[in-house]
């Protein structure tokens, strides 16, 4: 204890002192270990997304299906010479076989294809890297300046080295030095998640003098691992553990970079635990699923390039451009002509368009229980509000603000089908989620709500977290038991972990905990069902629990406990189908 005193001391009394800190002595405090427990790899899309030719199934990125892909796009003759309509079903069918890519026998021509080797070796896993165009004799090396571990962990598994590289740099003899001309020698950059080099971009410089060429020391099983201070990759390479969460993919399957508290000097930390190069930061593409990196881009100028030659297609911009055609969701984006009220905090009561998401559900002659619009005919509230049979007693009230006084905007919809989660427990409130399926006009195609606009529905648990602040609304009791007849909306922390109010009965995976500090803001009897709302970087809405349970409104010892609505994502995709809710790699 004395010591913590003197520490902090220290750091009160020094401006140097965090620099002191984060250097070598706090190396492992980078890395989130419960989080390493679940051993995200590059196709974990709670952390990550997939591939523009992959999609999101229960968290894990898997290849689409040829007809998934957009229909947009050029045809490409690939790799091994086969023609396809698009890069994206090129890259689907390569997901599904990856073996095709070394089949040889197509008959189109693209813009060249290197097939790699190695050279002066010192083993079979180890030497200077050369690559060939596959159609041609010459061979030639690749240059040193720009290759990095990434690139050799690619070169290592299109030589059959799973693990990917050990290192870039090895002790090679160059026996005929003066017959290589360096400044011939090519340049390549990869994604890192490549599986062979041809794959990745070939390029050119205009550069004078000796370059050096780059070499590759590949892991095998006879690596032995770094004595001290190593990090274990998901794919079982030990990489050493300043090398993780410095924006760098090392492992080769990314896992050194998804879990981590903080981030290294040149890499930029998404809200999200996951660390990426500074380059990825402010270059137009979104990396990280919570979008920080693609914020406040103003100062960021591009770099001007290079004078480079292409001498293949540019793999990178194919891969952009098959994003640029996924079709785009709308979702929890506000008309921007009611964004001007947004700034009341506290129970304050709603203006109609405030929350165009939420919606009533009335029961007879009351209305007993919020519920959200997710989009098409269909409405996310809790299963402990509905019976599946009293679907035709239930009414959805959209738009509405008061309900003695109801507002011209209101729409009265009539319910088609209640489904309740197979597993909700009304005992325990476990898996406390159901869905409403509105009745369309007959000779309407859609449920049409011209005031509503839906919430995104989250499909990453890593989306948000504790003490981000998020809006809870309805038209619940207040701390008194008073009824409340126009819509309130008040706004309240997330909490990380409910189990010390609530022990034995919060389920951490299902459920989720806000409040305030003083209590002043909760969800009470009535605002069950309703939606508790939290705003990403972008301003794009995201229905992040459903009001369920708690105890004593208000009192801040009893925080208000939401259904998960992340956890969920899969199961409401099942019943109202990935495209009106997916907002990424449907
Ligand atoms: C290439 O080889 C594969 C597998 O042997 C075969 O299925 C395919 O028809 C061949 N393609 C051509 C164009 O010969
Ligand atoms: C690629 O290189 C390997 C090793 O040098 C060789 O066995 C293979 O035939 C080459 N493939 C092509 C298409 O040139
Ligand atoms: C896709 O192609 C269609 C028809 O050629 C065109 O109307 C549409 O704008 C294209 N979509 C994109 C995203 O480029
Ligand atoms: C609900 O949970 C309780 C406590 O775990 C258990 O005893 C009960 O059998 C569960 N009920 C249902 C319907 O699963
Ligand atoms: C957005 O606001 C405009 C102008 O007030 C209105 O015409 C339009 O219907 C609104 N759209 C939605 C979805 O509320
Ligand atoms: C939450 O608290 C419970 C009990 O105190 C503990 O078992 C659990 O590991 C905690 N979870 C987190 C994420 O800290
Ligand atoms: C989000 O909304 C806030 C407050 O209205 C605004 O200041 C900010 O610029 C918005 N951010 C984006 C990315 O639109």
Known sequence: MKCIHIVLLLCFHLSLCKLTSTSDTSQEDLVDKKCLMNKYTH???????CQPWQRCIEGTCVCKLPYQCPKNGTSVCSTNGKNYPTYCKQKSLECIRPESKFLHNGTCRGKGSF?????YKNKDSEGIVEVKLVDQDKKTFICKSTWSITEANVACRD???????????GRFYITDELHINSADCVHVRCRGLETTLAECTFTKRRTKGYQGLAGVVCYTQDTAPPEKESFQCVNGKYILQKKACDGVNDCGDL??????????????????????????????EVDCITGDDEVNCEDFATVAQEETEMLTADMDAERKQIKSFLPKLSCGIKNSSHARRKRVVGGKPAGVGDLPWQVAIKDGKE??????????????????????????????????????R?????????????IIHEKYNGTTYENDIALLEMKKFSNHKECELPNSIPACVPWSPYLFQPNDKCIVSGWGREKDNQKVYSLRWGEVNLIGNCSKF?????????????????????????????????MDINNVSYVWGIVSWGENCGEPEFPGVYTKVANYFDWISYHVGRALISQHNI
């Open 43 to 49: 196709l974990s899309c709670n952390k990550v997304f």
């Open 115 to 119: 097939n790699v080797s190695l050279k």
């Open 159 to 169: 030589l059959g080295f799973q693990q990917g590289a050990f290192d870039t740099h």
């Open 255 to 284: 896992s050194d970079e998804l879990c981590c508290k903080e981030c290294r000097s040149g890499s930029f930390r998404c809200k999200s635990g996951v660390c990426i190069p500074n380059q990825y930061k402010c270059n137009g």
């Open 367 to 404: 209305i007993k229980c919020g519920g959200i619009y997710i989009g098409g005919c269909w409405i996310l509230t809790a299963a402990h509000c509905v019976r599946v049979s009293k679907a035709r007693h239930y009414q959805v009230w959209t738009s509405l603000v008061d309900w003695i």
């Open 406 to 418: 109801p507002n011209s905007e209101l729409l009265v919809e009539t319910v088609n089908k209640v």
């Open 502 to 534: 609530y022990s034995n009965r919060y389920f951490e995976k299902e459920m989720e905990c806000a409040g305030t500090k003083d209590g002043s803001i909760d969800a009470c009897k009535g605002d069950s069902g309703g939606p508790l709302v939290c």
